[in-house]
C-alpha cells in the first residue's frame, strides 16, 4: 500500500467513525424525538440544534472545498441555528439526511485519487483538502462525543444502551 493510499484508507476511518469514536449513527440512534428540542440544561442549545450545527459546519467546509465561490460565513450564525428555533421530526431527519449526503460526498472526494490530497485549495489561503477533511473529522469527533455526553445527563439513551 503507497503511502498516499494509505493517508486516504485513514481519513476515511476516521471519517466513518468507530475505532476510539463513537460513529454519528450510533449517537444519534433511537434519539426520542419528543426531546429534539429540549434545552441541555446550563447550555443555551438543544439536541437538534447540535446535530444542525454540525450538519452546517460540515456543509460548510465541502462547499469550501469544492466551490471556487466560496464565501466565508458568519460566525456564530450561520454555523448555528437561531436559538428559539425548533424542528419538526421531519426536520430532525432532514438533518441527519443531509448530514449523510455531505459525509458520502466528503468520503468519495478522499477516496479520488485524481484529487491532490496536498494541493492548496486555489481560493483558500493555503489550506488543502487533507487539511479540511481532518478538519471535518475533528470537528464531527467533537461534537459526537458532546451529543452521546449530554445524551447521557438527559437520560435519553435506550435502557439497553451500553
Not at 493510499?5 to 476510539?20: C, D, K, M, P, T
Not at 450538519?55 to 450564525?77: G, H, S, V
Not at 490530497?117 to 470537528?139: C, K, M, Y
Not at 445527563?153 to 439497553?160: E, I, L, N, Q, S
Request: net charge negative; hydrophobic share 40%; charged share 25%.
Amino acid at each position: 500500500m503507497t503511502g498516499e493510499s494509505e493517508i486516504r484508507r485513514q481519513v476515511l476511518e476516521l471519517l466513518r467513525g468507530g475505532n476510539a469514536h463513537m460513529s454519528f449513527d450510533d449517537a444519534v440512534a433511537s434519539f426520542p424525538t419528543e426531546s429534539m428540542n429540549a434545552l441541555i440544561p446550563h447550555c443555551t442549545y438543544t439536541p437538534w440544534h447540535l446535530i444542525e450545527h454540525m450538519r452546517l459546519t460540515q456543509l460548510d467546509i465541502l462547499e469550501f472545498i469544492t466551490d471556487p465561490k466560496y464565501r466565508d460565513r458568519a460566525w456564530p450564525d450561520d454555523y448555528w441555528p437561531a436559538r428559539d428555533a425548533t424542528a419538526t421530526p421531519a426536520q430532525w431527519q432532514e438533518t441527519v439526511d443531509g448530514f449523510h449526503r455531505d459525509l458520502a460526498t466528503l468520503q468519495r472526494m478522499v477516496e479520488d485519487p485524481t484529487l491532490d490530497l496536498n494541493a492548496p485549495i486555489p481560493h483558500g489561503s493555503g489550506q488543502t483538502p487533507l487539511r479540511e477533511f481532518l478538519l471535518v473529522a475533528d470537528h464531527i469527533a467533537y461534537h459526537i462525543g458532546e451529543f452521546a455526553i449530554l445524551r447521557q445527563v438527559t437520560g435519553t439513551w435506550p435502557a439497553d444502551h451500553r
